[in-house]
């Protein structure tokens, strides 16, 4: 009867571990799952402003090799990403392509200027950072114009500044939450065991010694809830790629990488904190208060 007792009582612990490991699992796949959002908003809103074009047109009457040198000036530009030069010849095709009909024909003349597509840096891809490139750049006597799409500059950096605010908002309030729901998942784990820490406890055993197994297996669970999570996040992120292949241009791995170490650092902490929190808990208890 007593091995009966025991072999039951070392299942029900074993069942309430593996529960506790796959609770901790699912609110860190959430938590998980949130951070991987706000890397991809991140670098699509790092994508849009950098494909942000600043057409600098060159006079007719410039030289190739001087457009071709102003272009190497440019590429070495602190606020620069890339440039691509755009020949007369280049800039009727695209027109052609846009317009369906082919107008040189008509005009019996090329009238469109060589130019330099410019491609700024995120962080500069804003008006005013690009109002102090054209006009540094309207001093060169080589260049004649230099267009962009100021009021898309403005509203684009105006929604991309709302969006990351709401994500980040979101991804506070689960962080919280996340730390309450495994918080009271390791003290349920504990609370099974608040007989055998205070039978321990009344034969001399001392909290150091009582806490040490406890914590170990918090610790441990976290780990692994943290590892399940991070399996199913990168799964998640195979099938996406395999459905959406453009996510391919928003993957960032070493972001990737610290994503999920921020889970598998927030699984072993808040396990390993709620466990210490939880032991001391029933170890300052009073005997009779552990049938409340």
């Known amino acids: 009867m007593e091995e009966f007792e025991a072999s039951s009582s070392a299942k029900k612990t074993k069942a309430i571990y593996i529960s506790t490991v796959f609770g901790i699992a699912m609110v860190l796949l959430m938590v998980g799952l949130l951070g991987l959002i706000l890397v991809h908003a991140n670098n699509l809103s790092r994508y849009v402003k950098e494909n942000i074009v600043v057409n600098v047109y060159v006079d ?81 006597p080589l260049v004649k114009e230099v267009n962009y799409q100021a009021p898309l500059v403005d509203k684009m950096n105006q929604n991309l500044a709302s969006i990351t605010l709401i994500i980040l908002v979101f991804a506070g309030i689960f962080v919280v939450v996340s730390v309450a729901l495994i918080n009271n998942t390791i003290r349920l784990a504990i609370y099974s065991q608040r007989f055998l820490i205070k039978s321990m406890q009344l034969v001399g055993a001392t909290k150091s010694f009582i806490r040490k197994p406890f914590l170990l297996y918090g610790i441990w669970h976290g780990l692994l809830g943290a590892l399940i999570a991070i399996i199913i996040l990168v799964g998640t992120l195979y099938l996406a790629i395999r459905q959406i292949p453009d996510l391919v241009i928003l993957q960032n791995y070493t972001e990737f990488g610290i994503v999920f170490l921020g889970v598998i650092g927030l699984g072993v902490l808040i396990a390993g904190l709620s466990t210490f929190l939880a032991v001391n808990r029933f170890l300052r208890l009073k005997i009779y208060d552990l049938y409340r």
């Open 60 to 140: 007719e009457t410039t030289r190739e090799t001087d457009v071709l040198q102003l272009q190497k000036q440019l590429d070495s530009h602190p606020f620069v990403k890339q440039t691509q030069y755009v020949s007369k010849e280049l800039a009727a095709r695209k027109m052609q392509k846009d317009l369906g009909e082919d107008f040189i024909k008509f005009l019996g003349v090329n009238p469109l200027s060589e130019s330099i597509d410019v491609y700024l840096k995120a962080e500069h891809a804003n008006n005013a950072d690009i109002a102090a490139f054209k006009a540094e750049l309207l001093k060169n």
